[in-house]
Every structure is written in C-alpha cells, then in structure tokens.
C-alpha cells in the first residue's frame, strides 16, 4: 500500500447523496478479485452511455477532473452492499482521497485498508471546496498536520491516531500482520517444543 503523506489535486465535485457501491462499481464488474482494472468501469452507468461511450457531461470525464485525486461528494457516500471493489474502483482510478459530510460505517473502514483517505466535514466546509473544484483549482490535504489548505485558508479535519498512522506508513492488514513475524515465529517454534505431535514437518 502506498505512503500517503500531502496530496495536491484540482478536486472533482460530486454533488450526489447517498451515492452507493453499486453506483460507484456495478456488480457486474465484481467477478475479478484483482484490485486493479476496475478505475475504467467507476462510476460506469454515469460514466457511460448504453454502447460503451463517455457522457461528457459527467464529471470525471472532464478534463482536469479525469485526473482528480480527490473526489468531493454528498453525505452517505458509499452506502449500499459491503463491497471492497468500491474502494478498488476509486483507487484504480486514481483517487486517494474522498471528502463528505457523511460515509457510510463499512466503506469508510475500507477505505482505510486500501490506501484512500476519506475526510467528514461540515457541509459549509464542503461547499468552500467545492467552489476551487467549480474554478479548476488545487487544494492540498496534509495527512500529517492534518490540514486541507486552499488558497490562503485552511480546514482541520481529525482522523483516528491508528488509522493515520497507517496511512502514513502505508500498512494494510497483511503490512500489520508482518511486522509482527518475529513474534509469531517465536510462538510458533515455542509451541513446536510444547506440542510437537500437532505439527505435520
């Protein structure tokens, strides 16, 4: 997973509320279990129209916003079925960070292990950004300090100490999980000479 630390981007203003998995990736493009190709079928049925070809009223098929690292949506994104691919799609694609008054409690969490930061504001705060986004500029988001800056201002948002950290580090479950080997392998050869008979050497 990579390193998130300060991310600069023109954002891409999504206006929509309750936007769920299955809108942000249909359940037809769920058969791989693969994390990259999805980024071309995100957002597909708003994306595209009935044969294959871009809608160019839609945001993201706009230029600078086909190249948004950030997304700015409505409360209650992510909503719907649990699907992880809904994380995949965003990131595949290009996007690391989503803004919103609201998430949705599981996909919030999986952002989180896939390498996306998702950040709640305020509604005011939300339409502040979303007016850069409207005049195709930059905002920047400072993990570190914990700081969206734009222009000659500045919001503080606060993300979970351990959640942060992993972000900042780039550790998903399994990174976790392995930094910690040298403990499980202690454990293991130390139950090895406790218990030989339920190991099959």
């Known amino acids: 997973m990579q ?27 769920l058969k791989t279990i693969k994390r990259t190709g999805l980024g071309k079928n995100l957002f597909f049925e708003m994306r595209y129209d009935d044969k ?3 809608l160019s009223d839609f945001i993201l098929n706009q230029n600078p916003f086909n190249n948004s ?11 719907g ?3 992880e691919h809904a994380p995949w799609a965003l990131l595949d694609f290009g996007i690391t960070c989503v ?24 509604q005011e705060k939300i339409k ?23 222009g000659n201002n500045e919001i503080k948002f606060k993300i979970d100490s351990f959640k942060r ?6 550790l998903d479950d399994i990174a976790l999980s392995l930094k910690k080997s040298d403990k499980i392998e202690s454990f293991e050869k130390n ?4 218990k030989p008979w339920i190991f099959n050497d």
């Open 128 to 150: 502040e950004l979303s007016e850069y986004a409207n005049r195709k500029e930059k905002i920047s988001v400072d993990l570190k300090v914990e700081k969206i800056i734009y």
């Open 165 to 170: 950290k992993c972000l900042l580090e780039g």
């Open 52 to 54: 294959g070809k871009e």
């Open 99 to 122: 803004i919103s008054p609201s998430f949705a409690d599981i996909f919030y969490s999986n952002c989180f292990k896939n390498g996306i930061l998702p950040i709640i504001l305020d």
């Open 191 to 194: 139950l090895k000479n406790k």
């Open 81 to 83: 079925s649990s699907r």
């Open 69 to 79: 690292k950030i997304l700015i949506t409505g409360k209650n994104f992510g909503c």
């Open 3 to 29: 390193k998130f630390n300060i991310l600069k981007s023109v954002p891409a203003y999504l206006p929509i509320v309750n936007v769920d998995t299955d809108m942000i990736i249909p359940k037809q493009f």
